[in-house]
Every structure is written in structure tokens, then in C-alpha cells.
DNA sequence: ACTTCCTATTTCCTATAGTATCTTTGAATG
DNA sequence: CATTCAAAGATACTATAGGAAATAGGAAGT
């Protein structure tokens, strides 16, 4: 009856037959992402444990999946702790890395493209929206942490998209350690929603080249990274 | 005391302060790219703490750490076992995802030619030379385990290579994704050596597009691939 | 006053024990 | 004879406890 705690807090009463570990992982992963993450603190897992009302076996192993996200950082006997934020040369890397990989990607993804077509408009549609409204929130003041988060959330959705299509199980398992990075990065470098607008036509872009063929999308793509690339170089220099 | 058994069998003296998670993953990860690894199969987290002489819990870390490299499959409350030999539609996406990752690490090792051309030129004597005595192995009967072995690691060295020089934590992460899987496609679908004089040609036309720029180099890439898809194409369906 | 060493506390790491779940085998019934 | 249900065994999962290492604080010596 010990668990009761971490299940009565979930509405859901049909739980999914998937232990305690991925409880956990979420949990930390949800702290992780979130605002207020201090890099370098201590992640004790006796803490964890406690204050999530398990046994430190289940939080082990989630901890050993996190560091596969680039989150946390381990050192051998001397415990976890939050990862550092991602240094210049490393972001550099970074958008290397999702040059080679998104641009590839898109490329499989046109070869048919009427099936992501209609999810590519729908997400697209729902990234203006965020966009007009974040737009609005600037105006009338600061904009709510909420909305920012759904802005980010769409924006990344559009990219998760075309990973999804691609129906490569080894692809999309790549993206999403590419996912965690660069929502870090935003945390950090907190290049803000200025480039909404560039950006949302950037993806409108890549939509209409679906039409063209992969080579077209392809190039669509590598142009857009190589945009935020310059956009983020901006910023950190801001 | 009970951890004796690991350390005395190794032989060097001063070892590497990485826990005995690390010790474990190594162990079960030789067993998984060695022969006779029945798909399908239990991995008893049990029986490996017994046979390793430690507890389970850092078998249980262990296991985690490998499932990110498909090698293991798990199934909640049901343990781990072996994962199944890729199917066919799993090893088109590899080659995809190799077409994506390799081409474009290639591109990007290309940037500065002349720190990787040396590794490269050794690198592809050592798999000439390995060649070779496959093929005279060949034609005097059968080819020794090792010395099979010792050609894969050789062939796989020269695509480890350009990865490694990209000097990009990312990529060079996602590459190790790969490497597990390249490996246990030759172990179930037997491509054999019978393309041995194709693929260190190709390899020698790799090398020498460096000198032509990352555009030569990653359409050199490119085709090697695709050459390479097409022979494995061959053999399963021989 | 500063450095060094020692001690105590905290934390990770490993081992052992109990509980829940799945599989399998056997028997009983239609 | 086939099928279904039940019970027993095995295995994974979680929790608790003990031992080892590292860090932090304080005291003593230079």
C-alpha cells in the first residue's frame, strides 16, 4: 500500500501495466523539463524515493534511462546530478546533428506525401494560432508560462511529425534524444518567441515542398535549421 | 568479499572506478554479439546475478543500459529476453537510417580532411589486409571464427572512423545505435565475406573523395550504402 | 592565520528478504 | 478426447537493511 500515494494522485483510474519504473521516469523527466531546474544539483536518489513514496530500486533505473536523454549527468559512487546546460561548441553540435538528421528525415518522409499532409496542416494551423496569441500576450504585457509552453509544444510538433512519418523505428528513437536537447536548449538560451513569425513561414515552406518531391522538402528543411541556427547564434550574443 | 570473483579474474591491476553496473553491461554485452545467442530467450535477471556473482540490482541497471540498443526487449513483469533477429522491414529502415546518419557524418568529417585521411588509410590497409586472408582462409576450406570476426571489426572500423571525426557528441551517440544493429544483422542474415572485394573498393572510393570535399565524400557514402543494401537484399532472398 | 589531518555525517552502492504476477502442469468436467 | 479451471512453482518486482566511499566540518599543529 505504499505505491497508493504515487496512484491515487493519478485521475486515470485504468492504469497501464507499466511499473513503477516509468512513474518515476516521468515524474523526474516532468521536474526536469520544468522551470526552476538548477544545473548542477544534486539529484539524490534517497530523496526521490521518498518524496515520490518508493524504494530506491525503481528510481535507479529510471535514472539510468535519463542519462540517455542528455539530462542528468552521472559520476561514478558520487551520485547524479542535473546535466549542465549546453555549451556553445556543444550547440553547435547540436544543430549539426539536426541538419544531418531532420533534413534526412523530411527526405523519407515525402515519399508519400499524402498521408502526413493533413497532420502537417493541422499542426501547422494550431502553431499560427499559438503564435497570433502569444503575439497578443506581448502586447498586452508578459506572456503566461502555459501559453509559452503549448507555443514551444507546437512548434516542436510540427518536426515530431514528419520523425513520426518517416516510420522508422530507429529515426524517431533518435529524435527524441535530439527532443530533450533542444528543449533544454530553450530553457537556457531562452531565444524567447521573437522569430515566431520566421518561423511559422519556415514551416510553411516545407510543407508546400512536400508537393516538389523529397530533394525540394529536404532543402526546405536544412534551410529552416540553418535559420534557427543563425536566429539562436544571435541570441546568444544578445 | 563476494565481488572478488569479477575483479580477480581480470588481469589489470588498476581498475577504472565504474561501479559494477558497468562490469555487468560489459559482460552480457559480449554474450549478446557473441555466437550462439538464441533469439527469443530468457535473460534471467536471477541467473546473471548468480552466474556474475553479484546482486540483482546491477544487473538490473545493466539491462536498462541495453535496452537502448535493441539487443534486449522487455516485457513488464515478464522479464527480458533476447530480441528477435531484425524482419525485413526493420532492416530497410536501417539501411535508411545509415543512409541519413552516415551520409551526413561524412559530409561533416570532411570539413578537415587531413586529420582523418591518415586513421583512414590505416584503417583501410588493416581491412585490405584482413581481406586477404579471408580469401585465402576461403580457398583452403573453412575461415576461422576469429579471423571472420576480426574482418567485421575491421569493415565496421572505417564507417566507426568517420563518425569518431565528426567530433559531434550526437551523432557519434546515435552512430553506437547503429553499430549494435549492423552487428547483428550479419550474425542472423549471413552476408558472409562474399562481398569483401566490392565493399573495400567502395571504401577506397570514400577515401578518396575527401580530397574532392564533403559533397564527393557524402555522395561516395551514399552509394556504399546503397551498394550494400542491394548485396544484403541479395543474400536473404538467396 | 593557514594548512593539514581526522572524524562524523551523508549518500551511494550492494545484498537479502518478502510480495505480486505470470507460467505451467495437472486434474476434473463437458 | 478436448477443454477449462485451479494450484503450485518460478520469476520478476519492490522494499528494507547493512557496508563502503566521499564530502564537509572541526580541531590541532605549523
Partial sequence: ?????????????????????????????????????????????????????????????????????????????????????????????????????????AAIAARNPESILPALEEALAEHLKLTAAVHDASEAGDIPLELLREYFAADWNFHHLIFEHTHNPFLIDMSEAISTRVHRMRQTVATGVSDAEEATAEHRAILDAFSQGPEAVEAAMRSHILKVRDRARDDSVR
Fill in 1 to 105: 500500500m505504499t505505491t497508493d500515494s504515487l496512484f491515487t494522485s493519478n485521475s486515470s483510474p485504468s492504469i497501464e501495466r507499466r511499473g513503477l519504473r516509468d512513474h518515476v521516469y516521468d515524474r523526474v523527466l516532468d521536474v526536469l523539463l520544468g522551470p526552476g531546474v538548477e544545473p548542477g544539483s544534486r539529484l539524490s536518489i534517497d530523496t526521490i524515493a521518498r518524496d515520490l513514496g518508493v524504494s530506491p530500486t525503481p528510481v535507479r533505473e529510471a535514472l539510468v534511462q535519463l542519462e540517455r536523454t542528455g539530462l542528468v549527468s552521472r559520476v561514478a559512487n558520487k551520485g547524479y546530478t542535473v546535466a549542465e546546460p549546453l555549451a556553445a561548441d556543444q550547440l553547435e553540435s547540436l544543430f549539426d546533428a539536426r541538419l544531418v538528421l531532420e533534413s534526412g528525415s
